[in-house]
Nanobody, 119 residues
Framework: QVQLVESGGGLVQAGGSLRLSCAAS????????VGWYRQAPGKQRELVAA???????NYEDSVKGRFTISRDNAENRVYLQMNSLKPEDTAVYYC?????????????WGQGTQVTVSS
């Protein structure tokens, strides 16, 4: 069992930066792939950035060059550094951890943190 808690959201002006943190409790977090998703009002939840257990990162096109995902397995944390924020980045951001075993997929979500970018 893994519990995820996001933090670091807030209100920022366009062009500013925020650093989101996803803190995990439970066992074997380092074995999980972790993704940051976001959901804006009236829109579907979308994957923004993901990092594998081995540290390989991928990004949605609109955030490439602006967002950086990283993980600290010793601290059981995954971060999302967001720079050059735009109003369209406004959303609730969620942390997701997933691991496939021979028996089942294990997947967990955090409660989300609000990011609001003013123009």
């Amino acid at each position: 069992q893994v519990q995820l808690v996001e933090s670091g959201g807030g209100l920022v002006q366009a062009g500013g930066s925020l650093r989101l943190s996803c803190a995990a409790s439970g066992s074997f977090f380092s074995l999980y792939a972790v993704g940051w998703y976001r959901q804006a009002p009236g829109k579907q939840r979308e994957l923004v950035a993901a990092i594998t257990s081995g540290g390989n990162a991928n990004y949605e096109d609109s955030v490439k060059g602006r967002f950086t995902i990283s993980r600290d397995n010793a601290e059981n944390r995954v971060y999302l550094q967001m720079n050059s924020l735009k109003p369209e980045d406004t959303a609730v951001y969620y942390c997701n951890a997933v691991r496939d075993t021979a028996w089942a997929r294990q997947e967990y979500w955090g409660q989300g943190t609000q990011v609001t970018v003013s123009s």
